[in-house]
């Protein structure tokens, strides 16, 4: 087994003929590609033409139908992967719980894991709030925030847990 990757900067993936299936309509079609780590790797296409297929593989909620996935050459099946790497997500539409304020979705995953005294999580929670450009915004409800300011949310949200591979549906 190999060492976890220390790279602060990002994980190595390898995408080599990912093919997926719906109702025998085929979706991912011998989909390869490789990103190195700290690289920025955009995919760009029409609706439908399986982005966010490619995203849920690439988090592990989908098992493809051929082909492998790797992270700093472990498969993503892995259990070793799951633990050793940080992965965030952020969703099309924000994924913001509205009973909690901008900064009680921010800090949600520290506070539900104990990860950190409340004035450490406090203190994490405004500076990812800043480097979104949402300073002050910690008592604000998502209800309050414009479409924008609520996926710059997210974006904090996961820039919490200080993630080797961030994802953006």
């Known amino acids: ?26 979706v991912l079609r011998g989909l390869d590609f490789e990103v190195q780590p700290g690289e920025v ?5 029409p609706s439908g033409s399986g982005k966010t297929v490619l995203l849920k593989h690439l988090i592990g909620l989908e098992e493809p139908d051929a082909g492998e996935i790797l992270i700093e050459g472990q498969p ?9 790497y940080r992965m965030a997500m952020v969703f099309q539409s924000g994924a913001l719980l509205n009973s909690l304020t901008v900064g009680e ?24 709030l800043e480097e979104v450009g949402l300073k002050g ?33």
Request: net charge negative; aromatic share 4%.
């Open 1 to 26: 087994m190999n060492a976890p990757s220390l790279n602060h900067h990002g994980v190595g993936v390898l995408v080599r003929g990912l093919r997926k299936s719906y109702d025998g309509q085929e």
């Open 41 to 45: 790797f955009v995919i760009m296409g």
């Open 76 to 84: 993503i099946q892995s259990p070793e992967v799951m633990s050793q």
């Open 105 to 128: 979705n921010v800090g949600l995953y520290l506070a539900e894991h104990r990860l950190q005294p409340p004035e450490e999580i406090a203190r994490i929670v405004a500076e990812k």
């Open 137 to 169: 915004t910690e008592e604000k409800m998502p209800s309050d925030l414009s479409g924008g300011m609520m996926k710059r949310v997210a974006i904090a949200r996961a820039l919490v847990i200080e993630p080797q591979l961030i994802l953006y549906d």
